[in-house]
């Protein structure tokens, strides 16, 4: 879905200015993205299958949750109301760790230029899996895995991408402070 967005700045902070996403992927222009892991009591870590109809990283398996801020809409409202789009759990602003920003560029071999401050949170998936329902445009599959996933990206059997293992080495290293 084309969405008004707001644009950032190269270090992260609102220009006043907003532009459709499509626009801003296609110029380059920063702007504000959330990503929501998912964790379990017994250490496991909610990744979806991104529908393979996905422009970026199609058929691949990545966050719980994430998405795009839209104009003048608050990081916590924009992150519940990504996880209740795509996976149908509700959660409350007080369940939402923020862990970070992460700074993230990248460049897609079908043109679109990502770069964004991704917001990233943590929180605790209180219900079973199947009673989770996927947004079909967005989602293939929910599936839980080990946490030690996260910090497993650099086996070539893993199924997280292996550029990202920084960042999911800091997610895993969040959880964990949570769990103990």
């Keep these: 879905m084309d969405e008004l967005i707001d644009i950032l700045d190269n270090n992260g902070n609102y220009t006043g200015k907003t532009c459709l996403k499509s626009e801003a992927h296609k110029y ?12 379990t009591s017994d250490k496991k870590i909610l990744l979806q299958k991104r529908s393979a109809t996905k422009k970026v990283f199609p058929g691949l398996w ?34 939402l760790h923020k862990i970070g920003v992460r700074k993230h560029q990248i460049n897609h071999p079908n043109g679109i230029i990502d770069n964004e ?17 996927v947004q079909k445009e967005e ?3 929910l599936q839980l895995f ?18 990202f293992h920084d960042y999911y080495c800091f997610v895993y290293q969040e959880i964990n402070k949570l769990l103990l």
């Design 146 to 163: 080990d946490l030690e996933t996260l910090k497993n990206t650099r086996n070539l059997e893993n199924i997280l991408l292996p550029r």
């Design 62 to 95: 990545d966050i719980s949750v994430a998405g795009h801020v839209a104009s003048g809409e608050k990081l916590d409202t924009a992150a519940i109301r990504e996880i209740k789009e795509e996976i149908n759990f509700d959660i409350t602003p007080d369940q």
């Design 139 to 141: 989602v293939d599959k």
């Design 117 to 133: 401050f991704h917001h990233v949170y943590i929180s605790e998936l209180t219900v079973p899996v199947k009673e989770l329902t």
């Design 28 to 39: 380059g222009y920063f702007h504000p993205t959330v990503h929501i892991w998912l964790y």
